[in-house]
DNA sequence: ACCTGAACACCGTTCAAGT
DNA sequence: ACCTGAACACCGTTCAAGT
């Protein structure tokens, strides 16, 4: 229900409830009952809608390596839109059917690449949990701001990481390179895990 | 809140609230405003413990490729045990002061491996977001299984992943893999991402 | 000065009452 | 047969009233 995503993005997820709805439609809260079982069940479909984002669209050219890329940069791409909604993806399993259209292609683009069954698991399986885990972690910051003061207050400044030196030598020589950009880090994460991708 | 967390690993997250606090310790729901802002603070502190529970246990042997993957492997397992509490994580920054510790840990070893800063930082913080991606997937089963019929009902039958073969002919050729066990799937991921390490 | 708990403004969902 | 909305059992949080 493209209304549900409208609450949802201009209000966040946190704010989203029957009776906003229902005020956003002019209608009793009661009433998208009839459509939905649960609330729940509401939430789901808008989660679904968001993994099926784009999917048609994929490339197929002739670089695996690149079409798997657009895939998850893809799917980064559908989380960010939705901030708020994001996180909600982890209440969908990996095998629902929103998933299928775009693991088949990413599967299908690491089999031509000459990976067989047990890898191409196994790195699918890693792309889509780094994937998730990385886009889940930038949405929370983005969603702080539309929970704050509404949508349309998207890149503000990012919040610096700056432990102590004192305290954490290591870590401290490493905190100027962790959040400089958060595409680039994504991408460099996503090579990282193909990096021997066969061709 | 040794207290809290009881309710939230025997109720699911969920069902945790003041007033279910409250009832658990014998007090008024309100009397928690005196240690606690909000119930958001309460939650966060709860997560914070979680990310840091068994730190000061991790490795440091002559291996730091083992070092780093049982640090990874016990933020894993820590998560597991309160799979409910899980997800929240999303809600503390990566740069937040319960991950110093541990961050701190795995950076220190893929240092002493010979790494440069900036590739450290890619390879951490990609280990970190294949984690909690990873984990916080499987999470989710194991608390449907809590929110259900509450603690003690885990370890049931995992659902398998089976998409309609005429439809996705290259996922079904690899779905049998998918699932089969998530302990040695998320360490094979953590491999694949470490596979070229200097030693 | 401290603590309690009544009260406020919500929420998801049901189901009796209307048409 | 269908639809509405009053009502139920919650929730986080505040703050006046007690001690």
New binding site residues.
């Given amino acids: 229900m493209a209304a549900a995503m409208e609450v949802v993005d201009t209000n966040g997820a946190g ?6 709805l229902g005020g956003f439609l002019d ?5 998208m ?2 459509h939905f ?6 939430l789901d479909a808008l989660v679904d809608s968001v993994i099926r984002d784009g999917v048609a669209d994929l490339p197929e050219t002739d670089d695996p390596r690149a079409d798997i890329r657009a895939n998850f940069r893809q799917l980064r791409r559908s989380l960010l839109a939705h901030p708020t909604l994001a996180p909600l993806v982890l209440r969908r399993p990996p095998g629902v059917g929103a998933y299928w259209e775009r693991s088949d292609h990413a599967v299908a683009q690491l089999h031509r690449a000459g990976m067989d069954p047990a890898d191409a698991a196994n790195v699918y399986q890693t792309l889509l949990f780094y994937t998730l885990g990385h886009t889940l972690s930038e949405a929370r910051q983005l969603a702080r701001a539309v929970e704050k003061e509404g949508a349309g207050a998207r890149g503000g400044p990012v919040a610096q990481v700056r432990p102590p030196a004192e305290l954490h030598p290591d870590l401290s020589d490493v905190a100027p390179h962790l959040r400089e950009d958060n595409e680039s880090q994504f991408l460099a994460g996503l090579d990282l895990i193909l990096r021997d991708l066969p061709r």
Avoid at 27 to 31: E, K, N, V
Avoid at 37 to 42: D, G, R
Wanted: glycine share 0%.
């Fill in positions: 704010a989203f409830s029957m009776r906003a209608c009793d809260p009661t009433a009952y009839r079982a649960t609330k729940n069940a509401l």
